[in-house]
C-alpha cells in the first residue's frame, strides 16, 4: 500500500497520531515486538536514511528521520485500504492536517500484522514492501506523474477555471491511467521486496528470509480478509491473488534462469574436457 499523496488531488487518511501499543500485544506467529525488531532492522539496512541529498528526485529538501508509526487503531487500518501497512514520504502530498509531512514514515497496523503474518519473514515481507517505495521514490514518482498527467490534459482542456471543478475533470478522465501507473509500482515493491529480503540473514533464526514469504504473506492477508467477510482488490493495486501470481511466475522465472545459467556452465565445461568428464 502507498498512502500516496497525490499532489493535486488525493487527500490520504493518515491518521494525527499513532502510538506504539501500551501493553505488549497478544499476536500469534508474529509478535508486535518481532514487527518492531524487524521493522527496525529493515529500515537499518535499507540505507534509505543516509541516502545523499543529491540524489534525492527533483531537488526535494531533506526527508529527515524516516520513522516506523506502529498503530493499534482501526481507524489508521481503514485508512490504508485494507492493508497492515502504508508508506508516506516527506513533502508528498498532503496529511491529515492539511501540512505538507516533514519526514517519511511506514505506518504499521500493528494488529493486522500480528493477525496475518505466520511467520518472521511475511511480516518482512510487508514491512520490506512498503520501506521498497520510500527508497524507489515512488511517492515521487507518483506525484511527477501526475502533474505531467495534467499538463498534458490542460493542452487540449480549460484549466484556467475553479481549481476543484478542473481537478475532478482530470481525476475523471485520467484515472485508469494513472491507476495503471500505480499497479506498475506496486508490482515493482513487490518485486524489490521478495528480492531485498532474500539478501538478509533473519537475526532472530539465522536464517536468510524465504523466497516464498512474499506470496505466503499475501495468501495469509487474502484469508485473514476472507475470514472478516471482505476483501482487498483497490484499482491501485490489483487483487492479493494477482500479487501472489506475479511474485510466484517471477520465482518460477528466476529460477529458470538460475538453472539454464548452470547448465551452460556445464556445457562449458564438457565442450573443454569432452564427453568423458
Ligand atoms: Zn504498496
Not at 21 to 47: H, R, T, W
Not at 138 to 154: A, F, G, Q, R, V
Not at 245 to 264: N, P, W
Amino acid at each position: 500500500m502507498l498512502a500516496l499523496a497525490a499532489v493535486l488531488a488525493v487527500l490520504p487518511l493518515v491518521p494525527a497520531q499513532a502510538q506504539a501499543p501500551a501493553k505488549p500485544m497478544v499476536c500469534g506467529a508474529v509478535s508486535a515486538d518481532d514487527v518492531q525488531e524487524i521493522f527496525s532492522f529493515l529500515l537499518y539496512n535499507s540505507g534509505y536514511d543516509s541516502s545523499p541529498a543529491d540524489q534525492r528526485p527533483w531537488g526535494k529538501p531533506s526527508r529527515g528521520a524516516t520513522t516506523g508509526i506502529f498503530t493499534s487503531d482501526e481507524k489508521s487500518f481503514r485508512a490504508f485500504g485494507g492493508s497492515p501497512a502504508a508508506a508516506f514520504a516527506a513533502n508528498t502530498g498532503i496529511n491529515n492536517k492539511g501540512a505538507m509531512a516533514a519526514a517519511s514514515h511506514v505506518y504499521i497496523h500493528i494488529p493486522s500484522m500480528c493477525d496475518i503474518n505466520q511467520n518472521r519473514g511475511e511480516a518482512a515481507f510487508f514491512l520490506a514492501h512498503e520501506l521498497s517505495h520510500l527508497v524507489l521514490h515512488h511517492p515521487e514518482m507518483i506525484e511527477k506523474n501526475n502533474l505531467d498527467s495534467m499538463t498534458k490534459w490542460c493542452e487540449s482542456n480549460d484549466c484556467d477555471g475553479d481549481p476543484k471543478r478542473i481537478v475532478a475533470s482530470w481525476e475523471r478522465a485520467t484515472r485508469e491511467a494513472r491507476n495503471a501507473f500505480q499497479r506498475d509500482i506496486e508490482q515493482q515493491a513487490d518485486r524489490e521486496a521478495r528480492q531485498w529480503i532474500t539478501t538478509l540473514t533473519d537475526p532472530a533464526t539465522g536464517k536468510i528470509f524465504s523466497a516464498e514469504a512474499g506470496e505466503a504473506g499475501l495468501k495469509s492477508a487474502e484469508e485473514w480478509l476472507k475470514a472478516k467477510g471482505e476483501t482487498l482488490d483497490d484499482p491501485t493495486h490489483g487483487s492479493l491473488a494477482s500479487r501472489v501470481q506475479v511474485l510466484a511466475q517471477d520465482r518460477e522465472q528466476m529460477a529458470k534462469s538460475h538453472t539454464d545459467g548452470l547448465k551452460g556452465k556445464a556445457e562449458a565445461i564438457q565442450q573443454k574436457v569432452g564427453n568423458g568428464f
